[in-house]
Structures are given as structure tokens and as C-alpha cells.
């Protein structure tokens, strides 16, 4: 480890800009303290150029949205053969296109909620599916666009199809699942704790609620029966591995136990390139399982590789 130059890639092209700088910063400053040389690479369209001539020995990817976590950056450190964190090109554009990680995961027997995929344009004035149902872009994160139509709404979201619209003409258009936020995260071969997210003034784990701070409460472990608990780190471990994840990840779920215990319990995605914030999920279920942060980052840069 000595001497080893790490390249933290952060910033980018994406809609999720500032949530990659947060996690880039933190990033850099963890693994600095524990030994690494560190650059903070601010990822823009000379990207090939600059990590050309800087050559790490490893690049730990701290992107977030399209252009870092959807096989487009992976693709560009295959070619140049830079040893990179998280997952490679194909398991990282299937786990950000949100119809395709579903088509998979539901293959692999993993529960997901009724869903059609359509342009934006053809919502049109009458609901596409019976409410409620939530609308959000095939491919982005950190909740941008995402629409909960309740009971209640005369007709689809306008915004969708307004010209202020910004992410991608494709959406989908999924059964809403009422009840609990609770999510897993992977490292490796490794499953970690569930955590229950609680948001704080906010109706859903939106932008808000999950990166500033005092937005929702992190319940880690869940309270939550052990059954429930360990069928949910079972599914996020058989959606890491039916993707063809690498490093770490994060599975979303939503439990409905109104009714009963077993309830409606759904996989809504994964997350390849969870966030490294402070208010951040993983690293908070990492250090329940035992690693401080800049030992977790050490953990994935040493997993690091090509043809991941």
C-alpha cells in the first residue's frame, strides 16, 4: 500500500454533481489518512487525456449518475487499464437502466412491483396504470424526477411532460408500494445490516431527505422480525450477484407489514455506486459490521481491478 497512488474520480457530467463532490472529498480525505497518495480527479470530457497522463495505480470511482455509474467511465478505465473500484461496464449499465435491472432481478426470483415503461410524451391526461403509482426516469438517481401519484390526482404529473423535464424522454411508470423504506447494503461475497430510512418532513427518501442533514433517521439494525430481515439481506445479495455486481452495492426495498407480518415486501433497484456522504448509507452500515470508513476504503481499493 505504500506509496500507492489512488485517483479519486468525482464531480462529472451528471444531475448528481454535487452529491459526487461531497463523496469525492470524503473519499480523498479517508484515504489519505490511512496511507494512500490521493489526486481528486473533477471528472469533465478530457477524462481519457488526464488519467493518461497521471497513471494511478488505482482509480476509486466516487462518480454518481449517468456518465460515472452506468458503464461509461468503466468503459474508459477498461480501455486504459487503470485498476478501478465497483462494478465494471455491463453489471453497471444494468443496474442504472431501472427496466432492465428489473427484467433481471425478476429472472433471478427476486419480488418486484408491476411496472410499464413509456415515453413521457404518451402519459398524456389519463393514468397509464391504476393508483397509486410512482413515476421516475429509467436512468437516474438520488430520486430526481421521481413522482408519487396518490388515489386522490385527477391525471398524470404535467411536469413530466413539460419542457422543464430534465431526465431522459423514457420513464417508468411502477405500482406504488406503500409502507416502509428499508435498504441493504453488499461488500464483496459479503452481506451487511438493514437499515430502515425514516424520512423527516419529506413524504418519500427524496433528494432532500437523503443529503442534507437532519433529513431522515437511519434505523440500522432494523426493527424489523429476524425473518424479514435476513430474507431482505438474501435478496440484496441475489441482486448484487444476478447483476454481476463487483465491490460494494445497495438494494432498495419497500415493506408493507400493515396488513401482516409477511406483508408486501419489493425490491426497487440497486444502487452500484452508492453515495460516501456523511449522511451516506453504506459507509454507515460498514461501520456496523465492524470497518471504519478509511479501512472500508481501503478494503475497496484493494479489491480493485479490470474486467470486473
Not at 500507492?4 to 444531475?15: F, N
Not at 426493527?223 to 452495492?249: E, W
Request: proline share 6%; aromatic share 8%; net charge negative.
Amino acid at each position: 500500500m505504500s506509496g500507492m497512488h489512488v485517483a479519486v474520480l468525482m464531480g462529472g457530467l451528471s444531475s448528481e454533481r454535487p452529491v459526487s463532490l461531497s463523496s469525492g472529498n470524503a473519499c480523498a480525505q479517508a484515504l489519505e489518512a490511512v496511507g494512500y497518495r490521493v489526486t481528486k480527479v473533477d471528472v469533465g470530457r478530457d477524462i481519457g487525456r488526464v488519467l493518461e497522463e497521471l497513471r494511478p495505480d488505482v482509480a476509486f470511482n466516487a462518480l454518481h449518475g449517468p456518465y460515472g455509474e452506468d458503464g461509461t467511465i468503466q468503459g474508459v478505465l477498461e480501455y486504459l487499464q487503470i485498476p478501478y473500484t465497483h462494478s465494471g461496464v455491463l453489471a453497471s449499465a444494468l443496474a442504472m437502466d431501472k427496466r432492465q435491472a428489473k427484467i433481471v432481478a425478476a429472472q433471478a426470483g427476486i419480488p418486484v412491483a408491476e411496472a410499464v415503461v413509456m415515453s413521457r410524451f404518451d402519459i398524456g391526461t389519463d393514468h397509464p396504470i391504476p393508483t397509486p403509482y410512482v413515476v421516475k426516469p429509467v436512468r437516474e438517481g438520488s430520486s430526481f424526477g421521481v413522482v408519487i401519484v396518490r388515489e386522490d390526482m385527477a391525471h398524470p404529473p404535467q411536469i413530466v411532460t413539460s419542457s422543464e423535464w430534465g431526465y431522459g424522454d423514457q420513464v417508468m411508470v411502477e405500482r406504488y408500494v406503500g409502507g416502509r423504506e428499508l435498504t441493504c447494503g453488499v461488500m464483496g461475497d459479503r452481506v451487511l445490516g438493514v437499515t430502515e430510512i425514516v424520512p423527516l418532513g419529506h413524504s418519500f427518501y427524496d433528494y432532500d431527505s437523503k443529503y442534507v442533514a437532519g433529513g431522515s433517521e437511519h434505523v440500522l439494525p432494523a426493527q424489523i422480525s429476524p425473518k424479514i430481515y435476513q430474507k431482505i439481506q438474501d435478496l440484496a445479495l441475489r441482486a448484487h450477484r444476478a447483476l454481476g455486481c463487483r465491490g460494494v452495492s445497495r438494494s432498495d426495498f419497500r415493506y408493507d407489514d400493515r396488513v401482516s407480518e409477511d406483508g408486501d415486501l419489493i425490491w426497487l433497484e440497486l444502487n452500484n455506486q452508492p453515495g460516501m456522504t456523511p449522511t451516506s448509507l453504506l459507509p454507515e452500515m460498514a461501520a456496523h459490521a465492524g470497518f471504519e470508513f478509511g479501512e472500508f476504503l481501503r478494503w475497496m481499493v484493494e479489491d480493485a481491478s479490470c474486467s470486473r
